[in-house]
């Protein structure tokens, strides 16, 4: 006689085992017609599984969000049966939910082209009408290898072979087709709904191994209603049109070429962007009491093994050979172990903790060229890097200082909220579970004085300590993790750091290492697309083209461009002998914020008419008016109302 305590704390007893269906309907028929899975003691279970012991049990509706990834789960078994029925012969692999959607990947001869997908999707809807019931059945190992080889599913035999021996081998059927699936299901296809949508076709390796033979991939979308999937379909647009490769180009600010894949042609107008960040920061970091270092490019793997890094990122690493020295030398994949050596240099005392020590480290990273994309996923890059080098009872009060300085850049940047994840201690990592307890403890007390709320991020810590990480959400709803902070027992201990106590003692220094806006390259990519192209004046690469009407204008015209110089801004000329009307349709491309026509009159009048990128007004100012104006709005947010 089970009895199932519900979310609300009250208990219901039921005569024997009981299924989910059973309970739900006992509750009510609203809840009976909404509940897609039942949870039973935190464990995602089908609706139609028996209980039969006392249980804590609640119910998922299509109105929580973990609804979606069982949606999409099921919308991979809708897929898969819709293109084996499309296209008899057709071997299926693996299928699973990602974020946002869903994927399986087949085995045919021919891979499939963009053009088949309005022919699978139409099946997809026809079979999710067909209201088939998701049902669980057990096999044996050797039934269900037998079963799926006779098929001629070769993928999916081999599946089963590689399952752990003491795992229940669980198929689930749709109708008359049937798929190998630990599970939970909706109660049925016709709960995936139809806010769906089959997105594009791709190539992937059989269990990513360029050895094994190659699969073709479906990827899909799907959500709750058709609300969420119009939303994210218009989010989809606006990231095409955002795209910050499309608009790099259109600015003129880099390029990417074959001869150095995964690093950067920075141009003139991309690189004045860069250096803008570059200054802010510098600035900011010079204000909150950070000292600027600067550390080799190269480093003996000697260093990189005491330090861990060598065990866990060798594979990461450019490696170069010194032959004459015998010697391996590496490219810094990051900066902390060179940061530890400067702390070294000199007996510290604990008067000088906290030592805040900055650099824009470039690092250089092996990334597969398969996951590189853009400025945003590169293998040369730099880091907005520092080390906090302080005593374990600083680390609230320098979190406390740290978070008040990340919120006030991402401000500046047009960045008003962002949220935290606490990434606490991996499978494999650095440090006794004592040294994890004190720095998971110490970082928990710092989010609580620093009001700090975090959603917990269950294993990602970096291998030597735990760490949050500060996620932006930028205008079109896409979320990007830059800033972090993580607090270091284990480093400064394999590095030998230590300091000299007030005892007259020696001890070692807590390492916090932390970013703001991480790899420069990225959270440029993230600004061009946050504002898709229409920076505030402040960081736009070119301030203001004077353009002119008619020759006559063009002395004037150049003097005003020279003026506008002098007021520190980045003005360019244009006297070609365009129609003006073609000139501000051409640097309108090029994303100029500011365009200031000059005539006959203008010049007479020592004026000028100033357009707004995407503006069809024209205002009239004097020229020193235009000039205080614009300078204004070029001031960097740190330097306003300074004198």
């Known amino acids: 006689m089970p009895a199932i305590t519900l979310p609300d704390g009250s208990v219901r007893s039921f005569e024997g085992a ?22 039973v003691n935190g464990v995602e279970m089908d609706m139609s599984r028996e209980i039969v012991e006392d249980a804590a049990v609640k119910f998922v509706t299509r109105k929580d969000e973990a609804a979606l990834e069982l949606i999409r789960h099921d919308a991979a078994h809708v897929l898969a049966e819709a293109v084996q029925e499309l296209f008899p012969g057709t071997q299926v692999t693996i299928g699973p939910s990602i974020e946002n959607g869903f ?13 088949d997908l309005p022919a699978i999707e139409a099946k997809m809807r026809e079979i999710v009408a067909r209201n088939a019931k998701f049902v669980r059945e057990v096999w044996s190992r050797d039934e269900a290898i037998e079963f799926f080889e006779a098929k001629g599913e070769r993928f999916k035999a081999e599946l089963i072979r590689d399952l752990p021996a003491d795992q229940t081998i669980t198929i689930y059927r749709q109708g008359e087709w049937l798929d190998l699936c630990r599970g939970p299901h909706l109660r049925s296809t016709s709960d995936v709904g139809t806010a769906f949508k089959l997105m594009k076709t791709a190539g992937a390796y059989w269990r990513g191994d360029s050895k094994n033979p190659m699969l073709s991939r479906i990827y899909g979308t799907a959500w709750r209603d058709q609300k969420e999937l119009d939303a994210y379909l218009h989010q989809l647009e606006e990231a095409e049109r955002r795209d910050h490769r499309k608009i790099g180009r259109e600015m003129d600010l880099f390029h990417i070429q074959e001869e150095a894949v995964g690093s950067i042609f920075w141009h003139q107008k991309g690189w004045k962007l860069y250096r803008t960040v570059e200054a802010y920061i510098r600035r900011r970091l010079e204000q909150n009491g950070y000292e600027e270092v600067r550390t080799p490019q190269l480093v003996d793997r000697k260093l990189w093994e005491n330090s861990g890094h060598w065990d866990k990122y060798r594979k990461n690493m450019f490696i170069a050979e010194v032959v004459e020295e015998e010697s391996t030398l590496a490219l810094k994949p990051m900066n902390c172990p060179c940061h530890v050596q400067i702390f070294k240099q000199g007996l510290r005392s604990y008067r000088q903790l906290p030592i805040r020590m900055a650099e824009f480290g470039a690092c250089h990273r092996y990334e597969p060229s398969g996951a590189l994309h853009g400025i945003m996923r590169v293998r040369a890059f730099t880091q907005d890097d520092a080390h906090i080098f302080c005593t374990e009872d600083q680390i609230a009060d320098e979190t406390v200082k740290f978070v008040e ?11 008003e909220s962002f949220s935290v994840k606490f990434s606490d201690r991996p499978e494999t990592r650095a440090g006794s579970d004592e040294v994890w307890d004190r720095a998971e403890g110490a970082l928990k007390d710092a989010c609580e004085k620093a009001g700090v709320q975090y959603e917990l991020n269950p294993g990602e810590g970096a291998f030597y300590g735990p760490k949050l990480e500060f996620v932006l959400r930028d205008a079109i709803g896409r979320d990007w993790q830059c800033g972090t902070i993580q607090v270091d027992f284990v480093l400064p201990e394999r590095l030998d750091a230590e300091y000299v106590t007030s005892e ?84 309108s491309l090029h994303y100029v914020p500011n365009i200031l026509v000059v005539g006959r009159k203008e010049a007479e009048e020592r004026k000028v008419a100033l357009r707004r990128l995407g503006g069809a007004a024209q205002e009239i100012l004097g020229l020193e008016e235009a000039i205080a104006l614009l300078k204004a709005e070029a001031t960097a947010p740190d330097l306003r109302g300074a004198v």
Do not use: C
Request: proline share 5%; aromatic share 10%.
């Open 405 to 415: 300085l990340l919120e006030s850049v991402y401000k500046d940047f047009g960045f």
């Open 103 to 115: 994927y399986y990947d087949f085995y045919r001869n021919e891979p499939f082209k963009p053009d």
């Open 18 to 39: 009981v299924t989910g269906t059973t309970i739900a309907e006992a509750i009510g028929p609203g809840l009976a017609r909404a509940a897609l899975v039942m949870v």
């Open 504 to 587: 007259s003692g020696r001890a070692r220094p807590v390492m916090l290492h932390r970013a703001i806006i991480g790899s420069f390259e990225r959270f440029l990519g993230i600004l061009i697309e946050q504002y898709a192209g229409r920076f505030p004046l402040w960081l736009a690469p070119t301030q203001a083209v004077v353009a002119t009407i008619v020759s006559d204008a063009d002395d004037y015209a150049a003097e005003v461009t020279e003026a506008l110089r002098k007021a520190g801004l980045a003005a360019e000329l244009d006297v070609s002998n365009q129609k003006i009307q073609a000139k501000i349709r051409e640097h």
